[in-house]
């Protein structure tokens, strides 16, 4: 193995304003000897995330920046490759934060840092998705914070991503009614005839807030009882027009900030005036529901009742255009590399 | 009784914009028999509340709007002076909503529309105030939703005010730091120096986000874990600066906004960046926390560790120039009208 280069991806400089291609580079390494307790693992699935983009700055956030001229870091599901673990064997199927590269070395005697995953009834890369950080980050803001009541509303942006696409379907398995937001004619269609939301807003088709509110209010006839929020500006500002008493916002995500952007909330005397509950929430923060809600996740998947669509990018080295699609929506689904 | 005219104040146009004396005007009405089940009482004082701004305007909001031509509704104590209720006797005292004018008559058969009220170790006048709505308002912001610990950092906008007042002293009571907002030297040396907050910035010397901001950082050397919003607009923008992970913004009023200036949130991307919750409240849907916080508040009071300043004005007649003056920060502690 050791003679085996390993192909990596590493940031070697900062975004100013939106990140370029430029701002990666591809760099084959050597692999480490393997110590006691250690395992090689090959990835087989990158996960690319929206909360990537914030890593790679350098200011001050709930995580550390990606450290410069590293490996970038990131979910993936891989086979574990070679082992001086007696836990692990060669061929078992792991989840882990291997980062974008072929390969990673990994102390498993550390508790937590792979996962074993059974890819019987569930393919290996939902464990990036629906059964992954995406899907308890869905589950955590319903469940948890928007904590839908059968009949009442819920509105999730980025509903046909890796987790509005679970929050939806979440709310209808709660009795709610789920309407989302998309970019596009296609992923509005596949939100609610694939997905089962009772309605999909275009957004791209309301570019201001009058017409955006509009288009809420008629997809939301009884208002909005709970938003799931993975876009911020414009579209938080027409949700608040339309919340209801006592409604609650999970704030997951604000991409529309992402690159420096102001996105002023223009009404937050709505919060009051509505006795709205707005809460920030970072899922790694909340391991202690991951049990349950992999648990929901992983049957519902399992059965064939939660479903979900892929972006599958294909090799390393496209990687960073992948990402950077991501961040425009051009993903439909959640965006993977495929490395094997 | 039938003979006596009853002075009050009614609502005759709404504003546009800042309210103006021109809004209210001064009418002298009958008083009528009282029907069985019925008491008349005559007010004592009148309680000026900046929520009366808000249902001054005729939009939706969470409260009716108070009708034209109609007695200002709000809070009062007085004296029972006649009464065909048996639970009622003549000198009982009472506060209720009896609105601005010298008497009314209530159906004391329904429960909770007057409450009589022990003046043996707590004033009739503090019943509007430190033990009454806005005590209360106080109670449930910092308790139900700050909920400090012990070494947390409390910061309270409109701190010598009747809500901001309580805020604090409770936060103290609870092991918490207490840093106050108020407009002017005179107000913030109350708020340290009689009130015990641990520190109060005058932000009549603050023009701006970065000297506000940087007055916090100083005032708030471990950051801020809770936040009692009265105010709105750059107070908020500038807290959410100095914002620790897991804080809590109660909201409770946002003045900044009530003749309708815009006072957008500039950077909610904060509430994600923190991992804050931001929760809007109205204490009157909340009666069921009401006896508990009561009885902490009147006991406090009652032994002299709570401590409360009022602006009393005289006569019904200077009750809108009180109001106006309220709205603009004239008052120094709770705003009262005193009509016996």
Request: aromatic share 6%; hydrophobic share 45%.
């Amino acid at each position: 193995m050791t003679t085996t280069l390993n192909a990596q991806i590493q940031l070697v400089s900062r975004p100013q304003g939106e990140p370029t291609l430029e701002n990666f580079k591809r760099v084959d390494a050597a692999i480490p000897e393997l110590a006691d307790g250690q395992v090689l693992v090959r990835n087989h699935f990158l996960s690319l995330d929206p909360y990537m983009r914030g890593r790679m700055n350098e200011g001050k956030s709930y995580a550390q920046p990606q450290p410069l001229n590293e490996v970038m870091m990131g979910g993936t599901v891989g086979e574990v490759v070679a082992t001086k673990n007696a836990g692990f064997a060669v061929g078992d199927k792991v989840v882990g934060m291997g980062g974008w590269q072929d390969y990673f070395v990994v102390d498993a005697s550390q508790r937590g840092v792979i996962q074993k995953v059974d890819t019987t009834h569930i393919p290996l890369s939902a464990y990036l998705g629906a059964v992954g950080m995406p899907g308890v980050t869905a589950w955590y803001g319903l469940v948890k914070i928007i904590n839908p009541q059968a009949g009442e509303t819920v509105v999730v942006s980025a509903a046909s991503g890796a987790v509005g696409s679970v929050v939806g379907q979440l709310a209808k398995a709660r009795g709610a009614r789920a309407v989302g937001l998309a970019g596009g004619a296609d992923k509005c269609r596949y939100v609610v005839e694939e997905l089962g939301f009772d309605a999909c807003i275009d957004y791209k088709e309301h570019r201001d807030l009058k017409s955006l509110s509009g288009a809420l209010k008629a997809a939301c006839p009884s208002g909005i009882d709970g938003y799931f929020e993975n876009v911020g500006g414009m579209i938080l500002d027409a949700v608040m027009l339309r919340a209801n008493a006592f409604s609650r916002v999970a704030m997951c995500g604000m991409i529309a900030g992402y690159n420096g952007e102001p996105i002023p909330m223009s009404a937050p005397q709505l919060i009051l005036v509505n006795r709205m509950k707005i809460q920030g929430f970072i899922v790694s923060e909340h391991m202690d529901v991951w049990p349950e809600a992999l648990k929901e996740l992983g049957g519902l998947v399992a059965t064939g009742k939660l479903k979900f669509r892929e972006s599958v990018a294909e090799g390393l080295n496209s990687a960073p255009e992948a990402f950077l699609g991501l961040l425009k929506g051009k993903n439909f689904g959640k965006q993977l590399v495929k490395l094997v």
